[in-house]
């Protein structure tokens, strides 16, 4: 059995299942019910000052007959009084004095305000510091949350505030709703933050009410942008946690749509040492981890591996630019026919919506059968995604351009390297 | 022998064996119960409405096929993966236009089309999964579009030309709505009480009641098909006079009564019409659930008709079911999944078996519903030479293949074996006459008289009305 204890910027946890601070961490009672339950971490829910709420906060985007494929909110930080949250904390730690109990926090941009919560919430026994320099909703518009966390400079700033007088790891949750994520990941770094985690919600409408027309949740009949999270988003979390594993040296808390072991897998391959989790135990509760520590488990075991940390970026030297990539790899479909169904999906997607690749004659069961015109048929895969039976179509290798690497920068007909080309740059 | 289980059920009141009580003589079982649970157990569904999240659920894991074999299967060729789609992004008004624009009686054939063989059985996903339900779904929207009154169709900018259709069966239905899109007029002659032919009066209640059959007309009524019950072409009017106040003339009569069997004591009153036995226990005659109740019934056939009124029989209350068929299993034209239905209902097949001689009279429950006391028959063995078995019937129903109707014969069209002859797009050897449905092909499904129907009146259209020239 593979160790799935995590020592991260120092903060040491069971595993690398924190809950991401959010609703179910919102109280002491929550958190202690999750590390019940398995969680190895939790980010207490942002402390800051007193803020209220409004009424009708979440909505949601159903795909194809399943719910909350995205989640979208527009709550605040915490609405319960400082000072219970803080006697919580203390409690729970005690209580679970080996789980790792991170503290969100977010307060107005100035020093002493920092000064103070950073002292509040390491006298309560917090094990580190989350700030929250993400929200995008509410908070922002008063220059707090990704006011903050969009102007590189302010976010150095306040970390290097808080980096005089924290005792405990300080951690920099980064904004999505950025150009480039890794300038405020340098930031942080530079400001001596110890760990970035990332990503926080994305801004969102997630729909309008066509018989009202007012975009949902809707707040007596309007709505304000939330942040989004959940399933739908963890493709472009997964994009920018490689991006900032290869721009920075601290650790990185992976966040983003996780629901599942490989799910965190990837996270983790992608650069991050811990992973948060939301959306996922809002739609099914705190059991979802059962799953999450059983599966990650076999697969350090499948793959010969003893501890988490052995898994950590393994795949971030494999995320290259698109200059970099092999133009002389070349594969093209491949289907087996004994497995073939005969839906044609692949015909209609590859006709209409790729390369004309595909043909189709309707058979003697009245279905229909393809096959693959390898002359035209370019590798997009495409068809091997829409073909609904597993391991019916898949790409094979051919070597038709030779063994050879051929990235794009040395490729003949590069433009760049073309003198006309270049000139034009100059000019500009 | 056997114990008797009552299962208590608040929601039912009661006992849910559906009368096994009967057959075993449970003396508490009151007799109006009785009726109104077989009742029940009649009508009650196979395969149940799909709820909203049911029916998106089963939409979403539809493939959308290219050059669908579930929409090629449908003999009135439904764009099966669109009206899906369209339930899966909740457009089910959408997929009921869908629907309907294929065929008109796209809410009956939702229910009664044996889809296992048609679209369903096409579905390309049948090996690693299950086939999408597809006439639930269309069930679903179909349902919707009734529900709120959705239009059923738009008709054609009128036009000079009118068409006299005999029989309000699905494929005079179906040709009067075609006919009402091009903008031709006509009118239904139908000799019942009621509209609909065999969706309202013959086909199984479990699978369609009369109520629902009998909405989908009216709908058609309020679009604008014009029907005339219960007159009778060839005693309440003339095909003279039919003749002259219509242009074409549609033949839809279906097919007529169950022909007899020729052995003695088949006209004992304990020996019944298949067709009439669905008919009473659809009307809900008190009678024959009476002489139902408990009575040991054989049932003569092998097709489809057959298992209606084995399954009807077993569900309105009958102690024992024989299905009596003359040949092997593999000459029944039944649909497999219709045998099953029947064996599940406790049916026992009795195969390479001939009705000798119904004995009897027997007492019946009253005078008006008598019995039978037994049925003779003939078991084939394998070396040719026969037994002789007696079954102990307390009632007989025929359920053979259907003769031609009275009234076909009475036409000066073409006729064979008391079938219409009519070619593929409905013309018979009568330029002014045209015909589809049972009363051509002898006994198909409502799907294909829909389709039939709708193919003859674009041939009455395009070959008779369409050369009167000139709008109305």
Redesign the interface.
Known sequence: MADLSVEFCGIKSPNPFWLASAPPTNTGDQIMRAFDAGWGGAVWKTLGQPIVNVSSRYSSVDY??RRMMGLNNIELITDRPLDVNLREISEVKKRYPKHALIVSLMVESRREAWHDIVRRAEDAGADGLELNFGCPHGMSERGMGSAVGQVPDYTCQIVEWVKEVANTPVIVKLTPNITDVTFPARAAEKGGADAVSLINTINSVTGIDLETLTPRPSVHGASAHGGYCGPAVKPIALSMVASVAQTVKIPISGIGGIASWQDAVEFILLGASTVQVCTAVMHHGFRVVLDMIDGLSSYLDRKGLSSVQELVGLSVPRYQRWEQLNLNYRVIADIKQDKC?????C??ACYDGAHQAIA?R?ND????TVEILEHKCVGCNLCSLVC??DDCITMKRIDSFGEERLPWTEYSKNPSQHPHVRSNRHDQ | MHSIQTRPSKRRGGCTNFGTCQVYGCANFPDMMAESFHKKALARELRPALSKDEA??E??RC???????CM??CPTHIDVPLFIRQI?TNNPGGAARTILSANILGASCARVCPTEVLCEG?C?????HKPIQIGPLQRFATDHAMAVHQKILTPGSPKAGSVGIIGAGPAGLSCAAELLKLGYQSVIYEAAERPGGLNTYGVAQYKMTPEVALAEVDWLIDAGVTIRCGVTVGKDISLSELESRHDAIFIGVGMGAIPGIHIDGEDLPGVWDGLDFIAALKRGDREIFEVLRGARVAVIGGGNTAIDVVTQASRGGAGKVWLLYRRGREQLSAYAHELELAKDAGVELVLHAVPHRVLGPARGPSPKMSRVSGLELGRKLPDGGEKLETLPADLVIRATGQKGAKLTAELSVRVDGGKVVADALGRTSNPRYFAAGDCVSGGQEVVNAVAEGQRAARTIAEEVLGKLGGAR
């Open positions: 194809a007959g169904i005969g839906c044609g999906v015909y209609a189709v309707p069961k009245g279905r229909s609904p039976v | 998106l659920a939409a979403n493939l959308f096929c290219y050059d669908a074999p090629k299967a899966g096409a390309v996903l049948q090996d690693q």
